[in-house]
């Protein structure tokens, strides 16, 4: 059964440094997610992406994250200066469209996560 | 986002079982049910989703109240690969999933 992959599995990084964390969505998915989720605490939805472009963000995704899908298979978060607080589980999600084409109804498939350490 | 509530935690006894609640006393008439987990270490993971009618699958069945204002997760013989917390979410258009607290389900063996 295809499978969303993330790598690293775990990233320890130094304040003040960039990180790079990596998904491969599902290969005929179209909606592409970045969840995140602080030890012992919910998972957090980041910033979701369609058709090249960012289509919805929350409050935690700001001018610190970006997201990009450099070629047809990864789809990446980039921390640009990072922050103890950015310690946590990173999971990326994709989804098709399902057969009612609404989000409503479709499945999202999440990866096995990046633990990001901030030191 | 549409709120939902469930119980902090359940514990069931292996090859029992297990009704998972959830109450969604404000669901609006577009709003789906859908049920995630979460294993231990893992990512959360689909697991049934309905609107009006109850639904089987292979993982699960989804009782949904005439009123719509709950529905169960049932499972039916849990296995201790069943530990895990299970999230009751409501998703009616918008793009992305908001999780809550959950369910963590205890399988004793």
């Known amino acids: 059964e295809p499978e969303v992959t993330q790598t690293p599995s775990h990233q320890v990084t130094q304040m003040g440094q960039e990180v790079i964390l990596r998904c491969v969505p599902i290969s005929n998915h179209l909606y592409f997610y970045w969840y995140r989720q602080i030890l012992g605490q919910k998972v957090e939805f980041l910033v979701s992406?369609?058709?090249?472009?960012?289509?919805?963000k929350s409050e935690i995704f700001d001018d610190q994250f970006s997201v990009e899908r450099p070629d047809g298979s990864n789809f990446t978060l980039k921390i640009r200066s990072t922050k103890l607080e950015d310690s946590a589980m990173y999971f990326c999600a994709s989804r098709s469209t399902g057969t009612g084409g609404s989000s409503s109804t479709d499945t999202q498939y999440f990866g096995p996560g990046t633990r990001l350490t901030v030191l | 986002d549409a709120k939902t509530t469930q119980p902090n935690s359940m514990e069931s006894n292996e090859e029992e079982p297990v009704h998972l609640p959830c109450n969604h006393s404000?669901?609006?008439?577009?709003?789906?049910i859908h049920w995630y987990r979460q294993l231990p270490s893992q990512g959360p993971e689909y697991v049934i989703h309905g609107l009006t009618s109850n639904v089987n699958n292979r993982m699960a069945s989804l009782a949904i109240a005439e009123d719509r204002k709950s529905s169960t997760l049932i499972l039916h013989r849990a296995t201790l690969r069943d530990a895990a917390v299970y999230y009751c979410i409501l998703m009616s258009g918008a793009n992305n999933l908001f999780f809550g607290t959950g369910t963590r389900l205890t399988v004793i063996p």
């Open positions: 992406f369609y058709n090249n472009e960012i289509s919805e």
């Open positions: 404000t669901i609006s008439g577009t709003d789906y």
